[in-house]
């Protein structure tokens, strides 16, 4: 079954500190890849995606994501996170099967920046 | 203007009761889904419908049963409500498809609760 994992369910970083979001996912074929976040009290909203051309992604607010074909893997990042960056962070995988739009959410990561 | 709007944000409710949750788009999309989150944070597709018709049907008990009476609006009906079934339901739709790098656009939630 396809299945996607976040591999930290909590982290807690600084102000200014790098930051890596890791996201795996299980499914050989071709995906398409979906970065969501979730602020306090907020609904989700899209951060980035890959669908398809160059694996290194920019999103909105600083953050970018690789994708990773050999190791399965679409990892997020930002060099430099803010307070307002304390979020959940939702990874998120399409197998591209035509008409079944099925997406498969991980289990999300929270984020909290210390001031 | 609200682009996808739920209604109601909370709903408290006795086990075995009858209950409804709405939706609406305003984004003149065509495809609208349901989402549950559990107390984990954990969100999985429900269903998903393009157009007035249904496209995925994940393993849901079928005492929810969606309803689209126009593709603006996506209902969701739950009979005989269970603990179990305390969560957050998110309602979102995308003009295209996850699986071509569609965006989903999230409502606010409805948080369940069963007493």
């Known amino acids: 079954a396809q299945s996607v994992s976040q591999h930290n369910h909590h982290v807690i970083l600084s102000e200014a500190a790098s930051l890596e979001l890791g996201c795996n996912y299980s499914?050989?074929?071709?995906?398409?890849l979906f970065w969501y976040v979730q602020y306090p009290g907020q609904h989700l909203q899209l951060l980035l995606k890959y669908f398809s051309g160059d694996p290194l992604v920019k999103g909105i607010k600083g953050f970018e994501a690789e994708f990773i074909k050999s190791k399965f893997s679409f990892n997020l990042r930002k060099p430099s996170v803010q307070w307002s960056d304390t979020a959940e962070y939702f990874c998120?995988?399409?197998?591209?099967?035509?008409?079944?739009?099925?997406?498969?959410f991980g289990k999300g990561t929270r984020l909290h920046i210390l001031p | 203007d609200t682009a996808v709007s739920q209604t109601p944000k909370y709903l408290v409710t006795q086990m075995g009761n009858d209950k409804s949750i709405k939706c609406e788009q305003n984004l003149g999309h065509d495809t609208m889904y349901w989402y549950k989150q559990d107390s984990k944070k954990f969100l999985k597709i429900m269903f998903s419908?393009?157009?007035?018709?249904?496209?995925i049907n994940e393993t849901v008990p079928n005492r929810f049963s969606p309803k689209s009476p126009d593709k603006a609006h996506l209902n969701l009906h739950i009979n005989s409500l269970e603990l179990g079934d305390s969560a957050v339901y998110f309602c979102?739709?995308?003009?295209?498809?996850?699986?071509?790098?569609?965006?989903?656009?999230f409502g606010p939630g409805t948080r369940l609760t069963v007493l």
């Open positions: 979102a739709s995308s003009q295209e498809g996850s699986s071509s790098g569609g965006e989903q656009f």
């Open positions: 499914y050989g074929g071709t995906v398409n």
């Open positions: 419908y393009n157009n007035k018709e249904l496209i």
């Open positions: 998120a995988v399409t197998p591209y099967e035509g008409r079944d739009d099925k997406i498969i």
